[in-house]
């Protein structure tokens, strides 16, 4: 859904084309005006309580897709996390391993935990382990973000990249199903030219519809083709498994088959492993997975249907696994950005998008774009929605944007908004500032704005208004920061890209790879 509020006085109503993904409504500016911040505010809870998310247009123009796979925003594989307290490993005396150095952990910025189950949890004791759970995820990015390499460039020093060839059951054949992955529509088109998707001629050169869950796929392609990358695994220090295994939750998502067998490929790959001499060397310390799904789409409880149970097994905690979501009690457990609809090819790719963004008329105050959740369908009318194009221009002329938690708490749209020059607007922590410590700053004030979501369900701060009352230079700071400072590292650039000035997504991730297995022989470091 789309919704946008307009800085300027209200035009009069267009007429719609027919192949909009669409649908407007006009109300007069002086009868619009006429509306209380808190009764608007009231509209906007609704639409957000009902989980049909975007704000847009000249006047109040609504636009919303619904949960069926004709959105790039709208594909979930049922998720619904659930981030309850592991109290069995959390408490008083907990601690991770590695150990940090240093001072001990600044107390938490944000005031509580979302999704913390209160059921395992008495009410007398709910803050404290809130505020240790909170303490123990802090200390993990801090760990992460030591593992951060100070080189801007690939260098690879002996530390070579090798990358298993794996029985194409993993993950070539699981591409060959994308036809019959998704009932009422063709998925190969969202995963074709190895994972790009099909060009974006609109948006121009490096635009493609790269749907959110083709990570597998991308960073497979990109490996194959880094300096690093050796034949013998003797001449290795990291070693890539390209197993494909969101494509292998996907396609059985849609089916009615047993839990064995939606964790029979995973078991497979372990046993494949563990026959690997590599493998047995460290067990599986110095391996890495890229998983294009979140976390616990690989983390199955009894109580839910949802994904497998991979990244449960005992073999599987060792290796490093590379997410679109962290799970944040799992030390490695890395997050890495979404994939964005932009992979541009060279320096001058990514140049010509900032002096584009950084000059954009933003004639909207504040977006917000999403989907409806199937509960809601039938409480507002469900239309075609949630064209890459539509949604950037959205964003391109878009003060802010704002990102509150969807079927689990990370958005693809955050990155779609930083790469657009449209700050994000967070209501939890755990969407971007708990996920992302290797592309993400640890200030998060120099690019997004926080606002507790219980705040504002209580009515306590009016959004709107509080954006309204940013200064100019202030939202000026902070897009220059996210366009000049971020923004090349959150893309992932073409599978030949040649970027010489910048570190892409990529790159970033693979330098820090390599810096944290340089360091497995050094326990005082790792």
Same mark, same amino acid.
């Given at each position: 859904?789309? &919704?946008?509020?307009?800085?300027?006085?209200?035009?009069?109503?267009?007429?719609?084309?027919?192949?909009?993904?669409?649908?407007?409504?006009?109300?007069?500016?002086?009868?619009?005006?006429?509306?209380?911040? $808190?009764?608007?505010?009231?509209?906007?809870?609704?639409?957000?309580?009902?989980?049909?998310?975007?704000?847009?247009?000249?006047?109040?123009?609504?636009?919303?897709?619904?949960?069926? @796979?004709?959105?790039?925003?709208?594909?979930?594989?049922?998720?619904?996390?659930?981030?309850?307290?592991?109290?069995?490993?959390?408490?008083?005396?907990?601690?991770?391993?590695?150990?940090?150095?240093?001072?001990?952990?600044?107390?938490?910025?944000?005031?509580?935990?979302?999704?913390? %189950?209160?059921?395992?949890?008495?009410?007398?004791?709910?803050?404290?382990?809130? %505020?240790?759970?909170?303490?123990?995820?802090?200390?993990?990015?801090?760990?992460?973000?030591?593992?951060?390499?100070?080189?801007?460039?690939?260098?690879?020093?002996?530390?070579? *990249?090798?990358?298993?060839? @794996?029985?194409?059951?993993?993950?070539?054949?699981?591409?060959?199903?994308?036809?019959?992955?998704?009932?009422?529509?063709?998925?190969?088109?969202?995963?074709?030219?190895?994972?790009?998707?099909?060009?974006?001629?609109?948006?121009?050169?490096?635009?493609?519809?790269?749907?959110?869950?083709?990570?597998?796929?991308?960073?497979?392609?990109?490996?194959?083709?880094?300096?690093?990358?050796?034949?013998?695994?003797?001449? $290795?220090?990291?070693?890539?498994?390209?197993?494909?295994?969101?494509?292998?939750?996907?396609?059985?998502?849609?089916?009615?088959?047993?839990?064995?067998?939606?964790?029979?490929?995973?078991?497979?790959?372990?046993?494949?492993?563990? +026959?690997?001499?590599?493998?047995?060397?460290?067990?599986?310390?110095?391996?890495?997975?890229?998983?294009?799904? *979140?976390?616990?789409?690989?983390?199955?409880?009894?109580?839910?249907?949802?994904?497998?149970?991979?990244?449960?097994?005992?073999?599987?905690?060792?290796?490093?696994?590379?997410?679109?979501?962290?799970?944040?009690?799992?030390?490695?457990?890395?997050?890495?950005?979404?994939?964005?609809?932009?992979?541009?090819?060279?320096?001058?790719?990514?140049?010509?998008?900032? @002096?584009?963004?950084?000059?954009?008329?933003?004639?909207?105050?504040?977006?917000? %774009?999403?989907?409806?959740?199937?509960?809601?369908?039938?409480?507002?009318?469900?239309?075609?929605?949630?064209?890459?194009?539509?949604?950037?221009?959205? =964003?391109?002329?878009?003060?802010?944007?704002?990102?509150?938690?969807? #079927?689990?708490?990370?958005?693809?749209?955050?990155?779609?908004?930083?790469?657009?020059?449209?700050?994000?607007?967070?209501? #939890?922590?755990?969407?971007?500032?708990?996920?992302?410590?290797?592309?993400?700053?640890?200030?998060?004030?120099?690019?997004?704005?926080?606002? #507790?979501?219980?705040?504002?369900?209580?009515?306590?701060?009016?959004?709107?208004?509080?954006?309204?009352? *940013?200064?100019?230079?202030?939202?000026?700071?902070?897009?220059?920061?996210?366009?000049?400072?971020? @923004?090349?590292?959150? &893309?992932?650039?073409?599978?030949?890209?040649?970027?010489?000035? =910048?570190?892409?997504?990529?790159? *970033?991730?693979?330098?820090?790879?390599?810096? +944290? &297995?340089?360091?497995?022989?050094?326990?005082?470091? $790792?």
């Amino acid at each position: 859904m789309a &919704v946008s509020v307009s800085r300027k006085r209200l035009k009069s109503s267009r007429k719609l084309e027919a192949k909009q993904c669409y649908f407007g409504f006009t109300i007069l500016y002086n009868f619009f005006s006429r509306i209380s911040a $808190a009764v608007f505010l009231l509209i906007l809870i609704y639409m957000w309580s009902s989980f049909s998310t975007i704000i847009t247009g000249n006047i109040i123009h609504v636009c919303f897709s619904t949960r069926k @796979l004709n959105s790039l925003y709208c594909l979930s594989a049922g998720t619904r996390p659930s981030f309850e307290i592991p109290t069995t490993s959390i408490n008083k005396n907990s601690s991770i391993t590695p150990q940090i150095e240093g001072n001990e952990t600044e107390p938490a910025k944000f005031p509580g935990i979302p999704y913390v %189950a209160t059921s395992r949890v008495g009410n007398n004791d709910r803050d404290e382990e809130v %505020a240790n759970a909170v303490k123990v995820i802090e200390e993990q990015l801090q760990v992460h973000r030591s593992w951060k390499s100070d080189k801007n460039y690939a260098t690879c020093d002996g530390q070579g *990249i090798y990358v298993y060839d @794996l029985p194409s059951k993993f993950n070539k054949d699981l591409v060959g199903q994308c036809h019959d992955m998704v009932p009422w529509q063709d998925f190969c088109k969202y995963i074709s030219n190895e994972g790009f998707g099909e060009p974006i001629t609109k948006l121009g050169r490096g635009w493609y519809q790269t749907h959110q869950y083709s990570l597998e796929l991308i960073f497979h392609s990109r490996v194959l083709k880094h300096p690093c990358r050796v034949y013998s695994e003797n001449d $290795a220090k990291l070693f890539y498994v390209p197993f494909y295994g969101g494509l292998d939750i996907l396609r059985w998502h849609f089916k009615n088959v047993s839990n064995d067998v939606k964790d029979s490929l995973g078991l497979e790959l372990v046993k494949w492993l563990e +026959r690997q001499r590599p493998w047995n060397r460290n067990s599986g310390k110095d391996h890495v997975f890229v998983l294009g799904k *979140i976390s616990w789409d690989f983390r199955r409880t009894s109580e839910s249907p949802w994904g497998t149970r991979l990244l449960e097994l005992d073999k599987m905690q060792n290796p490093m696994k590379l997410l679109i979501e962290r799970q944040p009690w799992h030390v490695n457990d890395i997050g890495i950005p979404h994939p964005t609809y932009f992979h541009p090819h060279s320096d001058n790719d990514i140049i010509a998008w900032q @002096l584009k963004i950084m000059r954009s008329n933003r004639k909207n105050l504040v977006s917000f %774009a999403g989907a409806a959740r199937a509960e809601a369908e039938d409480n507002i009318s469900s239309v075609k929605c949630g064209e890459a194009e539509s949604i950037i221009e959205l =964003f391109v002329e878009s003060e802010f944007c704002l990102q509150p938690p969807g #079927d689990s708490p990370t958005r693809k749209s955050v990155f779609d908004s930083l790469i657009s020059g449209c700050i994000p607007v967070l209501f #939890d922590p755990f969407t971007a500032y708990y996920q992302y410590p290797w592309h993400l700053p640890e200030d998060h004030d120099k690019y997004s704005v926080f606002m #507790d979501k219980k705040e504002v369900r209580q009515m306590n701060v009016n959004v709107v208004e509080r954006l309204a009352n *940013i200064s100019s230079r202030e939202r000026e700071n902070m897009r220059r920061y996210i366009i000049y400072e971020l @923004l090349p590292g959150l &893309v992932y650039g073409d599978h030949n890209a040649e970027l010489e000035k =910048f570190q892409d997504a990529f790159a *970033i991730t693979m330098n820090n790879l390599l810096e +944290r &297995v340089s360091r497995l022989d050094e326990p005082h470091k $790792a």
